[in-house]
């Protein structure tokens, strides 16, 4: 293979990990990713092409080795390597020339100047800009310009609890020896954990962790985590990837009897993965709650306010699901950033009446 086809074969790969990594990094910046395997993998080529072509082309690095300019036939100085070399000399090394150079660290400033404001550019602003996240806190703030809308029909209040027909459900351990850890020690060691030791989890964590998200602690139904007027939207999911006596699969909780329904037999881990956009520690954890909504449950009271109150009661669960895992030695990573519609789908929800808000992977550290 000559050095023209070595050289051509070695800047086209560089180009494509140049555009690819340019790419998931933005990817990575706007969804706020953490362990984006597409950058990740993008940036590793990029590095060791780079360093194949430091190897291959060394000459250029030199001081004083800049390219000798010649003249055209129209006798006009030209940076151009001669076409042909002369006879008793080798064939010549390209370098780059003043102008390249120059070039290129122009480019280099203005790609640093765009991407320095890219973040506020790309942003829209509120009023107008079709903010939508914006629109709806303004829409559903309380006031009299809301008494109109108070007097629309929002539905009935529906059941309280969901249950997976046609399956048997899986009964937890009861959670009867409790970790000891304080509450301000658990508050005080709780960090987002990414990754995971090499073992899987036993029932009783798993029961300790559903029973943290989950419980019902009184006789009237009041759980664990507090509820706008006590409506309880949430639905919990677990996707079981490595627990000791619980086979691989996605199961839906049952809060009542705390067990575990049926819902996908199998590892859904590939499944996460690529919903998550690649995040490969959904892929790597034991275990990983999905947490749902139901609106119309807080919709029939709340009205337009009880997207809200939903938001507020997944981050009380969270908290919940966090504190549980650092007590009991575990780790938990909150994932807000994933495909709305493939997680619907594994769920088996319609993404209206019922959604996915969030996932939190967990496993020990």
Partial sequence: MSTKTVRYVLNSLLLVALVVALGSG????????????????????????GAVHVARHWRWFLPGRSAPATRTATGELSDAQPTVPEPAAPEPVARPTRRAALVAVGAGAAGALVGWGAKTTLSPTPYPGGDVGLFYHRESSLGLRNLL??????????????????????????????????????????????????RGLS??????????????????????????????????????????????????????GQALEPLRAGSVAGDLLVAGLGQSFLREA???????????????????????????????????????AEAAGLGACMVGSFLDGSVNELLRVDGREEAALGLIAIGAR
């Fill in 286 to 324: 034991p275990l990983v709650i999905i947490v749902s909504g139901i609106f119309q449950r807080t919709r029939w009271k709340y009205r337009q306010r009880h997207y809200r109150y939903l938001c507020w009661e997944g981050g009380h669960v969270a908290q919940n699901v966090y504190l549980a």
């Fill in 26 to 49: 933005l990817v990575v910046d706007r969804l706020d990713l953490h362990g984006f395997s597409p950058h990740r993998w993008a940036g590793y080529a990029l590095a060791v092409l």
């Fill in 203 to 256: 029932t009783e964590e798993l029961a300790w962790i559903v029973s943290s998200a989950t419980a019902i602690t009184s006789a009237d139904g009041r759980r664990v985590a507090p509820s706008a007027g006590a409506l309880y939207p949430l639905e919990t999911y677990v996707a079981v990837h490595r627990v000791d006596g619980v086979d691989a699969g996605l199961y839906h909780v049952d809060v009542r």
């Fill in 149 to 198: 809308g108070d007097l629309l029909d929002w539905g009935r209040r529906p059941s309280q609890y969901k249950q997976v027909v046609g399956t048997a459900p899986i009964p937890l351990p009861s959670v009867t020896d409790a970790p000891v850890m304080s509450f301000d020690a658990a508050l005080r060691q709780r960090r987002s954990l990414r990754s995971y030791a090499n």
